[in-house]
C-alpha cells in the first residue's frame, strides 16, 4: 500500500478525472489568470520594497526606525490572517479579498506618499493588514473553487508567480529607485491590481462567495480568536522590539512579548501542533518549520558572500537567482498526478534537501572551497522547498472540513510568518553573540565586514537541524487510521 501522506476516507466521493487544460480549462481560466496575477503583484512589491526600503528611510531619515518598516508589516498581517479565515469561514472569502487588497493598496499610497518615517510605518502596517487578509482568503478561494485533483496545479502555479518578480524585482525596483524616486515603487503598484482583480471576480461571485451552507444561520466571529490574534501580533511586535536591541533592558519587552505570545499561539494552531500530532497539526507544525529554517539561513547567505569571499552585493543576491526557477520546479513536480501516492514521502525528502544545502552553505567559510558551491546548494535547497511549501497547502486543504478551511488556512500562515521572524531572531542573536555584529535596523550601520566566520556556523548549522527535524515531521502527515489506532 503506498503513502499518500493522509488517510483517505472511504466515505468521500471520489475526485472527478483530471480534465483537458486543467486549471486553464473554461470553467477556471478567468479565475486562475485573475488570482495567479494577484500573486504575481504582492510578489513583485515584496521582491521589489526591499530594494528601495534603504533609501525611504534615509531621505525620511528614519534609518534608526528601519526595521519597525518590516516588523510593523508582518505584526498587522498575523491579525489579518485570523480576522480572513473567521470572516471567510462564515460569509465567504470575497468580503476579506476585496477589503484585504483595498487595504494592501491603500498601505502602499500612505508609504508612497509618507513625509516623515512614523507615517511611512504605519502605511506598512496598514498594507500588513491587507496581506493578511488577502492571502487566507486565496487559500479558501482554492479549497472552493477548485476540485481536489486541481489544487496541486493552481498551488504549483502561485509558486511559480514568485519565479519572475525573485529574479527581475530588485533590478526594476533599483531602476525605478535611481531614474524616478522610491516612491514609485509603492504608488504605481496598485495601479496594477485593478486589471486582474476585475477578471476574476466574477468567477469568485459564482463559485466561492457567500457561507459553506448559505441555509444556515450566519454564526457570529468567534472572539475570543480576535483576542488571540490581537496578543499574537502584539508578542510578536514586542518580541521584534526587544530583538533590535541586545541589552539587558530589552529582556524585560521580551518577557512580556513572549508571556502575550505563547498562550496566543497554543490557543490559534490546531491542538497538538507543538508535539507533532499526526495529520492537520504535523502539517501546520511542519510548514512553519521549512519557511522559518530556511528563510533565517537565507538570510545570512548575501552576507556572508560579501563579507567572508569579498562578492559584491549584486554577485551575492544573484547567486540565489538559480533558487526562484527550481522552487517553481519543484513545486510543479508535486502537483503531478503520478507524485499523488508518494507525497509524504516527497515532503520528507524534500525536507532533507532543505538540510542538506543549508549545511553545505558555510563550506565557502573554507577559502579552497568555490563560491558557486552555494548557488548550486542553494538551487537544490529551493527545490526541495517547492515541493514541501506547495504540499503543505495541499494537505491542509484536504484535511480541512469547508466550514474550518479559513481558520486552517490561517493557522498554516502564522505558522509560517511567525517561525520566520523567530528563528531570524535567533539566529541573529546567535550571530551577535559570536562576534557577527548586529544585523537588522540601520543597513550599514554595524561593522559587519569583521564578522567571525565561526558567527555564520552558529546561524546555518542550527537551522540545518531545525529542517532535518522538519524531515521526521513529514512522515506524520498521515493519520492513522482506525485499524492503526486499535493495534
Not at 533590478?171 to 503598484?189: K, M, P, Q
Not at 538570510?299 to 558572500?305: A, E, H, Q, T, Y
Request: aromatic share 8%.
Amino acid at each position: 500500500m503506498t503513502d499518500t501522506g493522509v488517510a483517505a476516507d472511504p466515505t468521500s466521493p471520489p475526485s472527478p478525472p483530471q480534465g483537458p487544460g486543467g486549471v486553464l480549462a473554461k470553467p477556471y481560466r478567468a479565475l486562475s489568470i485573475g488570482i495567479v496575477s494577484v500573486v504575481l503583484l504582492i510578489a513583485f512589491e515584496a521582491t521589489a520594497v526591499g530594494t528601495a526600503m534603504p533609501v525611504a528611510a534615509r531621505e525620511l531619515d528614519g534609518v534608526s526606525l528601519y526595521a519597525f518598516a518590516f516588523s510593523g508589516y508582518f505584526t498587522t498581517s498575523l491579525f489579518g490572517m485570523v480576522l480572513s479565515g473567521q470572516w471567510a469561514d462564515r460569509r465567504g472569502p470575497l468580503g476579506p479579498l476585496t477589503t484585504g487588497i483595498g487595504l494592501f493598496a491603500a498601505g502602499l499610497l500612505l508609504s508612497g506618499t509618507a513625509g516623515a518615517m512614523w507615517l511611512f510605518i504605519v502605511g506598512r502596517a496598514v498594507q500588513g493588514l491587507g496581506g493578511g487578509l488577502v492571502i487566507v482568503a486565496l487559500y479558501v478561494i482554492v479549497s472552493r473553487a477548485y476540485p481536489e485533483h486541481l489544487r496541486p496545479s493552481i498551488m504549483a502555479a502561485f509558486a511559480a508567480s514568485w519565479v519572475v518578480p525573485s529574479v527581475v524585482g530588485p533590478l526594476v525596483s533599483g531602476t525605478v529607485t535611481e531614474h524616478l524616486g522610491w516612491r514609485w515603487v509603492f504608488v504605481g503598484i496598485p495601479l496594477l491590481v485593478v486589471a486582474p482583480l476585475a477578471l476574476a471576480l466574477p468567477a469568485i461571485r459564482r463559485t466561492a462567495s457567500g457561507p459553506v451552507d448559505p441555509d444556515a444561520p450566519v454564526a457570529a466571529f468567534d472572539r475570543r480568536r480576535i483576542r488571540l490574534a490581537l496578543g499574537i501580533s502584539l508578542g510578536a511586535g514586542l518580541l521584534q522590539y526587544a530583538g533590535q536591541d541586545l541589552r539587558w533592558l530589552s529582556l524585560l519587552p521580551a518577557a512580556l512579548g513572549a508571556a502575550v505570545l505563547v498562550p496566543a499561539v497554543l490557543g490559534l494552531l490546531p491542538k497538538g501542533t507543538y508535539r507533532a500530532a499526526r495529520g492537520l497539526p504535523s502539517v501546520v507544525l511542519l510548514r512553519g518549520v521549512a519557511a522559518g529554517s530556511f528563510i533565517a539561513a537565507e538570510s545570512f547567505v548575501p552576507l556572508m558572500l560579501v563579507t567572508q569571499r569579498g562578492l559584491s552585493p549584486t554577485m551575492a543576491g544573484l547567486s540565489l537567482a538559480v533558487g526562484g526557477a527550481t522552487w517553481a520546479l519543484g513545486s510543479y513536480v508535486q502537483s503531478r498526478p503520478r507524485m499523488e501516492p508518494y507525497r509524504g514521502r516527497l515532503v520528507a525528502f524534500g525536507m532533507v534537501l532543505v538540510a542538506a544545502s543549508i549545511a553545505t552553505a558555510p563550506t565557502v567559510l573554507i577559502a579552497s572551497v568555490p563560491v558557486w558551491i552555494v548557488g548550486v546548494a542553494w538551487g537544490f535547497g529551493c527545490f526541495g522547498m517547492g515541493m514541501v511549501i506547495a504540499s503543505t497547502s495541499v494537505l491542509l486543504l484536504r484535511l480541512s472540513p469547508p466550514a474550518d478551511a479559513g481558520s486552517n488556512s490561517a493557522a498554516l500562515q502564522i505558522s509560517d510568518g511567525l517561525s520566520n521572524v523567530l528563528l531570524l531572531a535567533v539566529g541573529g542573536a546567535a550571530f551577535a553573540a559570536l562576534g557577527g555584529g548586529t544585523v537588522g535596523a540601520a543597513h550599514g550601520a554595524s561593522d559587519v565586514s569583521a564578522s567571525h566566520p565561526g558567527a555564520f556556523v552558529a546561524v546555518f548549522l542550527p537551522m540545518a537541524a531545525v529542517a532535518l527535524a522538519g524531515a521526521w515531521i513529514g512522515t506524520r502527515l498521515k493519520e492513522r487510521t482506525d485499524t492503526e489506532r486499535t493495534v
